[in-house]
């Protein structure tokens, strides 16, 4: 592949682990380590690798005139620190880790985490049935669907089936993926940017559900500034779609906090400011990135 061209270039993760649960199988994957470290390898062969506050403060400063790397992750999973951390470390940088509170503080599991355990026993077909009981149409993925009709019924229905499905066991080693609290304050102490990514992980930049956005994240606010002493900086939205008025409603009550979306595109010199953009990365193929990469240097944004 051709040389990238100048940009800072964050690519997206969510769990880096031997393990693959059957909470994430079904919603995106777990990238294994020696993938993640022939990720970073490829990186540096493309260009600079840099730590996540280092990449902010060239982006502020107009100093991203060459291909900048940097690693982000989503969701607050345990694996993070545990694998993915140490390979950063070998290279000499951090990451940033987006954590939802109600899952660091088990209050609330996540709701895709239990549509991707329903689906891994076959239980989905349940969860349609459920669903067409109460007049939702079905003829679409779960998971298109959930999103596009997400509210507290849809929320209800997909909770008490998993609560019946699962075995006691299960539920109750469920937080075992997430991170724990003194984990987090594990990664913040070795140099880890904390993001807030909202309380529960809800769609909050879908139209329907924007009345959440700043109940979500100022519930999540506050949890990690009592945790880790310090206001976030980033506010990382769920999910890739997010909608203008979703974003101008943090704008205009808090235009001090950088907005973190998915786009697939590099940051560069002259984009919006306080909006950072990321690159999902091919967590289940080694050789993946480059062709991520490649269709990102071709694009014209």
């Known amino acids: 592949m051709r040389r990238m061209k100048p940009g800072w270039y964050i690519l997206l993760y969510h769990d880096v682990s031997w393990e693959e649960s059957q909470f994430v199988r079904h ?24 730590s996540v506050d280092e990449g ?14 940097s690693f982000w992750f989503d969701d607050g999973l345990a694996g ?21 509170s109600r899952a660091i503080d088990r209050k609330e599991f996540f709701w895709r985490f239990k549509l991707s355990y329903l689906n891994s026993i076959d239980a989905s077909r349940h969860l349609r049935a459920r669903l067409r009981a109460r007049g939702y149409q079905v003829d679409r993925p779960l998971r298109a669907l959930t999103l596009d009709k997400f509210n507290d019924e849809v929320l209800a229905i997909i909770d008490d089936l998993f609560t019946e499905a699962a075995p006691e066991i299960v539920q109750q080693d469920a937080f075992r993926a997430f991170e724990t609290p003194n984990g987090v304050l594990d990664l913040q102490k070795r140099g880890w940017v904390v993001a807030n990514h909202s309380a529960a992980h809800y769609p909050i ?10 109940s979500q994240f100022e519930e999540c606010e506050r949890y990690l500034h009592i945790l880790t002493g310090r206001e976030t900086v980033f506010w990382v939205f769920p999910f890739g779609n997010v909608v203008q008025p979703a974003i101008d409603a943090i704008r205009e009550r808090y235009p001090a906090k950088v907005i973190v979306l998915v786009r697939n595109r590099p940051n560069r010199l002259g984009d919006v400011r306080n909006v950072l953009y990321r690159i999902d990365a091919p967590v289940s193929n080694r050789n993946g990135l480059l062709d991520v990469l490649s269709a990102v240097r071709r694009s014209p944004a």
């Open 56 to 69: 902010f403060a060239r982006l502020q400063s107009g100093r991203v005139n060459s291909p900048q790397f």
């Open 27 to 50: 919603i995106g994957g777990t990238c294994a380590p020696d993938v993640f470290r022939d990720h970073v390898r490829i990186c540096s062969e493309l260009g600079e690798i840099i």
């Open 205 to 214: 930049g879908e139209p329907h559900v924007i009345h959440l956005v700043l």
């Open 80 to 100: 993070v620190r545990k694998y993915a951390a140490p390979i950063l470390e070998g290279w000499g940088v951090t990451g940033a880790t987006s954590l939802c």
